[in-house]
């Protein structure tokens, strides 16, 4: 079975040829890969689960590739073996600039031997037709993310901090964090309540108490300033000092 088509990336054809000769970035982009293993930049293998039948079907796949013009031209070969089912495949891409972007042509011959593979093309197109319009869509994704990461993104800039009318910045709660000279100032210290002391609970007090019964101090013979009795009414006589 042959499939072919093309493809355009919104990237320049550097970031896309990087992505298609990265193991690990191609390893993304084909589905259902549990693990892979590079041995260098040429070999590589995976294991896949392939979603055919129940519970699909699980394979290990050897790439390497076979053919490279940098910056133009890849093919890779790819061998797989499974329960039931024995795998070969060639594809192929040829990049070429193009308006806004990079225009990409590829094929794939595929080719299936095993129970598998006597189910008949019938069976077996559409499930990679579906395979491959995966690995077109997360290539673009991939292409997408090393476009970014190869372009860079600036960095948000902080707004400036107030400053004291000394020059000395301040912080969120209003405290000077950098002197006149821009020399930091050390954070204030904590406040403790180590000094305080618990006295208990305050005594209880009536809002408005009541006056005690009785009467006051002058009116039963009690000098303020002198606590001994006297008799308002002294007896005996008194002599005056008036003229």
């Known amino acids: 079975m042959r499939v072919e088509g093309e493809r355009h990336f919104d990237a320049p054809r550097e970031v896309v040829w990087r992505v298609l000769n990265s193991p690990e970035s191609m390893a993304k982009t084909m589905p259902g890969v549990e693990s892979f293993d590079v041995a260098d930049e040429r070999h ?6 392939i979603p055919l039948g129940l519970g699909g079907l699980r394979m290990k796949i050897a790439f390497e590739k076979t053919e490279e013009r940098e910056l133009e031209h890849a ?3 790819a061998k797989g073996q499974g329960v039931g089912a024995i795998m070969n495949m060639e594809t192929s891409f040829d990049l070429a600039e193009a308006e806004s972007g990079t225009a990409m042509r ?3 011959d595929v ?4 129970p598998v593979g006597s189910m008949g093309q019938r069976v077996l197109q559409p499930i ?3 395979q491959v319009g995966q690995v077109l869509s997360s290539l673009e994704a991939q292409v997408e993310a090393a476009k970014g990461a190869a372009g860079g993104t600036p960095a948000a800039s902080a707004a400036p901090l107030p400053t004291t009318p000394e020059g000395g910045a301040l912080d969120g709660s209003g405290a000077s964090v950098m002197g006149d000279a821009g020399t930091p100032h050390p954070p204030p210290a904590p406040h403790t309540d180590a000094e305080v002391k618990d006295y208990g609970e305050p005594a209880a007090a009536d809002a408005d108490p009541e006056p005690d019964e009785g009467t006051s101090g002058a009116d039963e013979g009690i000098s303020p300033w002198a606590p001994e009795a006297y008799d308002p009414e002294g007896e005996g006589p008194t002599t005056s000092t008036e003229d």
């Open 75 to 77: 093919k890779l070969s």
């Open 44 to 49: 590589w293998t995976a294991n896949v689960k």
């Open 128 to 130: 990679i037709n579906q």
């Open 106 to 108: 590829w094929a794939a």
């Open 111 to 114: 080719s299936i031997a095993g």
